[in-house]
């Protein structure tokens, strides 16, 4: 059984910073020492003309999964993760996402979206920090994420993926609060 995942957020930082952001090493090392458990590591992080490439490692707490879940799994659970991002034209970011829990037969898998969605002019407006001298700068920037888990426990019917995908959403959420607390100097 498969189940679709899709996360739609917005903000008012630029696409570009953001970016920045989600594949900065140092970045990557704290959300995982926030939010990995006590197995949290940046296993490899690349960076080229073409995009970055990083993958990450991170334990989920027992009492993080789903109580259906804990008897059919071994022990800890490690999630598996590998991202990549590249700049499809200015200020729009695409990636992908692949994940797997280690113990799980199955996997996640989804597609990465970051723009700017608008631009205005501020003719009067004094310069901030991060905009752009020639008056221009992104009203306000969307983040998707779009895919699927894919869990294969017959015996449980489509319950894991429906708890995975409710688990997916949380770590998503606690990312993106993560990413804001980051880009706003909160450490």
Avoid: N
């Avoid at 280690?102 to 631009?119: F, H, K, M, V, Y």
């Amino acid at each position: 059984m498969t189940r679709r995942i899709e996360h739609r957020s917005t903000s008012h930082r630029p696409a570009r910073h953001i970016h920045a952001a989600l594949v900065d090493p140092d970045y990557l090392r704290a959300r995982l020492t926030e939010l990995g458990g006590d197995v949290a590591e940046l296993v490899s992080h690349s960076a080229t003309e073409e995009g970055v490439h990083f993958r990450t490692r991170q334990r989920i707490p027992d009492r993080d999964l789903p109580a259906v879940l804990r008897p059919v799994l071994p022990g800890s659970t490690l999630l598996e993760r590998s991202e990549t991002w590249r700049e499809r034209e200015s200020e729009h970011f695409a990636g992908e996402v692949a994940a797997m829990l280690r113990g799980i037969p199955g996997s996640t898998t989804a597609s990465l979206w970051l723009r700017d969605l608008e631009e205005h002019h501020t003719e009067h407006a004094e310069p901030t920090a991060g905009v752009p001298e020639s008056g221009k700068r992104p009203a306000v920037s969307e983040f998707l994420l779009q895919g699927e888990i894919a869990v294969k426990l017959p015996l449980l019917a489509d319950k894991p993926e429906e708890l995975l995908e409710r688990w997916m959403r949380t770590l998503i959420e606690q990312e993106c609060e993560f990413t804001h607390r980051w880009l706003s100097g909160i450490r």
